[in-house]
């Protein structure tokens, strides 16, 4: 019985290994079944602990993996949102409003991204982002109070654009607003600060029309005064004084307007002075009175008339103008050089005798002693001639000598003004025939002959002619103004007009003017 059992067993034996392995391979081919039959379960569940975890961005991606499992496309935009929330709690509205758009109509998704928009608004705004949160509250239009939050953005920023010193701008956004605040009334701060700052800026005009424009607000009356204050210094200094004086003028007795007004007379006739014009100077200096110098340069202007007239010729004024002005300068040698050039004159014109006389009267000035020997020559040379000719008229016609020529040139008459320096030589006695020649024939000879020749010669000749100028002639090119510099430019007021602006003091001309005669010989002064 045993033996059969052994025997019965031993196929069963054989075949264990087999039933082994052919069930090992089912299960593995079960579990691997499963594995793929349920993966997409399994990572369903893992995403869904991702979202629930608030990893949104994570769970997104793993729902997108499923692709249409089951509702995993929803749970995509399910992650989107619950991102977009997030963002929201973290502050980070435009991340959040871009992934509300891309959610489209899921949900709330619209209604969320303008409370966004109000949020991103209001955070610029408590940066002090001003502009950027006007233009943010105004993109949101009738959400909740955004129009209301736009126009205290648009305020802030007009704040922050008079902190910036851009008063114009600031002035146009708090016209803009209206009645919003106490937005009005800043306007006319706006445009003082601004007329203030052109001012500085040196647009002075600009500036008076602002101030003007603003009437009684604040001091803006003062900084009239001011802008036309430093609009007359700004003409002072470019050189226009007859401008600037007007200028100083209408502003009566403000600050230093009624020194300026002085000083700008006192440039212009400096001005007319180095441009000739001596009269219209000593005009304007005498009216001045005790400014300054004015008295000298009056004095210096009369000096210079003075030299005018003894250049033309007009010597008596010239004396009369040197007299005048005293012991100014070299004014009474140019007295003695006034008379000295007459009586030169006077000799060039053939006016012996008085020529004479004020070479005379001269004494010891300069050669004029031996300009009146001269003239005195040429008085008895003309004599002689004059009596010779009265003899030779009385002789037949037929035994009259041909008259021998003098060895001079006739005298040149002066074509132009007379020139102020001496000829040296006595003025040449013409040579012309008698008159009158005798109507018949005399019976008899003449009882006397002349014995010689009348030679014209004067009877006696300077020994030697000058050989150089008169050392009392003034020099020939004389400077316009006298070595003083002009006035410095007037100093402009610091821009509160509280404080005058500084009056520019005047240097004084020198006492002599720069073209001073050169020093005579031992002028007699007594002689004048």
Avoid at 217 to 223: Q, T
Wanted: aromatic share 8%.
């Amino acid at each position: 019985m045993s033996e059969n059992n052994q025997e019965n067993t031993r196929p069963v034996r054989k075949r264990l290994p087999q039933i082994i392995i052919s069930a090992a391979v089912v299960l593995i081919a079960l579990v691997v079944v499963g594995f793929f039959v349920t993966r997409p379960s399994r990572e369903y569940s893992a995403a869904e602990a991702m979202l629930a975890e608030g990893r949104y961005a994570e769970a997104e991606v793993a729902f997108a993996a499923l692709g249409d499992y089951r509702d995993a496309a929803d749970r995509v935009l399910e992650c989107r949102y619950g991102q977009a929330m997030k963002y929201m709690e973290e502050g980070e509205y435009a991340a959040a409003i871009e992934l509300l758009t891309l959610l489209g109509d899921y949900g709330d998704a619209a209604g969320r991204i303008p409370e966004c928009q109000y949020l991103l608004a209001d955070r610029l705004f408590q940066e002090g982002s001003f502009l950027k949160a006007a233009e943010a509250f105004e993109a949101l239009a009738d959400y909740e109070d955004a129009a209301e939050r736009a126009r205290e953005s648009w305020y802030g920023h007009a704040g922050t654009l008079m902190d910036q010193g851009q008063y114009a701008e600031a002035e146009a956004v708090f016209a803009q607003l209206g009645d919003y605040g106490d937005a009005a009334e800043r306007i006319p701060e706006c445009r003082y600060k601004n007329a203030r700052l052109l001012l500085i800026n040196a647009q002075y005009e600009e500036a008076e029309a602002i101030f003007t424009d603003l009437g009684d607000y604040g001091d803006a009356a003062k900084w009239v005064q001011e802008s036309q204050y430093k609009q007359a210094v700004a003409l002072l200094a470019a050189g226009d004084y007859t401008g600037a004086q007007a200028a100083f003028t209408a502003l009566g007795d403000y600050g230093s307007a009624a020194d300026n007004v002085k000083l700008s007379r006192y440039m212009e006739a400096r001005l007319l002075f180095l441009h000739g014009d001596y009269a219209q100077t000593e005009a304007i200096f005498a009216d001045l009175g005790d400014y300054s110098d004015a008295a000298k340069w009056v004095q210096e202007s009369q000096y210079k008339q003075a030299e005018q007239l003894m250049m033309e010729g007009s010597y008596d004024e010239a004396e009369a103008a040197f007299t005048a002005l005293g012991a100014y300068g070299d004014a009474t040698a140019q007295v003695l050089e006034c008379r000295y050039r007459k009586a030169q004159m006077l000799l060039v014109q053939g006016q012996y005798e008085e020529a004479e006389t004020a070479f005379k009267a001269l004494g010891q000035y300069s050669d004029a002693a031996a300009r009146a020997e001269e003239a005195r020559a040429a008085i008895e040379e003309k004599q002689l001639v004059t009596t010779n000719r009265i003899e030779v008229g009385q002789m037949p016609v037929e035994e009259i000598p041909e008259p021998v020529e003098v060895t001079e040139a006739p005298a040149a008459e002066p074509t132009e003004e007379p020139t102020a320096e001496p000829t040296g030589e006595p003025t040449e006695v013409p040579t012309e025939e008698p008159t009158e020649e005798p109507t018949e024939e005399p019976t008899e000879e003449p009882t006397a002959e002349p014995t010689e020749e009348p030679t014209a010669e004067p009877t006696e000749e300077p020994t030697e002619a000058p050989t150089e100028e008169p050392t009392a002639e003034p020099a020939e090119e004389l400077t316009d103004e006298p070595t003083a510099e002009p006035a410095e430019e007037p100093v402009e007021p610091t821009a509160e007009p509280a404080e005058e602006p500084t009056e520019v003091a005047t240097e004084e001309p020198a006492e002599e003017s720069t073209g001073e005669p050169a020093e005579t010989s031992e002028t007699d002064e007594n002689s004048i």
